[in-house]
């Protein structure tokens, strides 16, 4: 019996030995957040309201930045391919034009000519594929698409040209004619109201004349915009590369003062907070100088109460950051919906950032309050001196 109760014995000592002392560190972790209630939650008030804002912040630029990217493709296209001197592109630049953008946008041919109506009226006349505008050229404001055969949609002062009456016309080009039924109109405040448009196959089967102009609507920040703008000057030496640079420069002003103002937003609100946390911090290792000295009295390291010290402000900063972003992602879907009458989708990706920068934010301000630590003399404060 007494060799039982010794084998016991010795296997609780044995485990207790070779566990890690992760459960009293807790312990010390709990009850210096409990001891100081008051500290401890002005300080995680101000890591909730910094991870909240960040949070809100983040969530409102990348969801306004994906909503204004989407809204400036509805202007048309941002890249413009040319073949030169007026020349037509090659047959395969449509499928080059696509495998460079590899699903990162619109693209639509165009073909253009100038024909001639039955009293002689010139008229220009483009042949484009109706499916890759529409989705190309939102924008346009047109009356009925064009869905079979010979069908065309009529620019609204190319009307009066071609068919006063809006009855079927002939159009003419190096002798060869095509009988046209106007499908609708459209109507842009530019170019295309002069002009007749017919399906590609039609005007290539009329006219013998392969597309001269690739239009691409790229999406993407500036930067890869730009890159797929190199690349397609690299794929087609044969073309003129063209950026829009009303779309593109326009973009690009509207995302950086977004993003400039989001950002400058939070780091006010983050900085604020981190001086409120260096405060607390800083009263923590006045309040708790008997602690540490005692502490040090029996043997802990300086190393050992630093990492416990940067420890409660690591636990700390998680903590706000937590508690914060499911706040900020409130305050984001509200903001959304009151300023900009749209929902905000949460990002759940900002989690991780939010994570880490509240963590770093409270360990930048207890470098301080550690520098401060390392000088707790134990004869000293042990004396009551």
Sequence with gaps: ????????????????????????????????????????????????????????????????????????????????????????????????????????????????????????????VAGTDFGRVRQLDHWWSVSNWPSGPLQALVG??????????????????????????????????AAEDSRVYLSLADFVAWTAVQPSTIEVAATGSPEEIATILHQLESAIPTADVRPVRQIMEGEARVLGKTRATLLAAAALIILTAALCVLSTLMGWVFDRRRDFAILKALGASDRMLNGFFAAEAAALGATGAVIGFVAGIGIAAWIGRVNFHASVAPRFSVLPLVLAGSIVVTLLSAILPISLLRRVQPAVILRGE
């Design 156 to 189: 609204v002062r190319a009307l009066s040209v071609v068919s006063p009456k809006s009855q079927p016309f002939d159009l003419s080009f190096q002798g060869h004619t095509i009988h046209l039924t106007s499908a609708g109109t459209v109507r842009t405040g």
């Design 1 to 124: 019996m007494s060799t039982r109760v010794s084998r016991s014995a010795q296997e609780v000592a044995a485990s207790r030995a070779q566990s890690p002392h992760t459960s009293m560190f807790l312990r010390m972790l709990v009850r210096a957040a409990i001891l100081r209630r008051g500290r401890a939650l002005s300080a995680l008030f101000a890591m909730v309201v910094a991870a909240a804002v960040a949070t809100a912040m983040l969530n409102l630029y990348i969801d306004v930045q994906a909503k204004l990217r989407r809204e400036f493709r509805n202007y048309g296209a941002n890249i413009v391919l040319v073949g030169k001197d007026g020349a037509s592109l090659p047959a395969k630049a449509l499928a080059q034009v696509e495998s460079v953008l590899a699903g990162r946008g619109v693209v639509a041919p165009f073909a253009l000519v100038v024909a001639r109506t039955s009293d002689g009226q010139p008229v220009v």
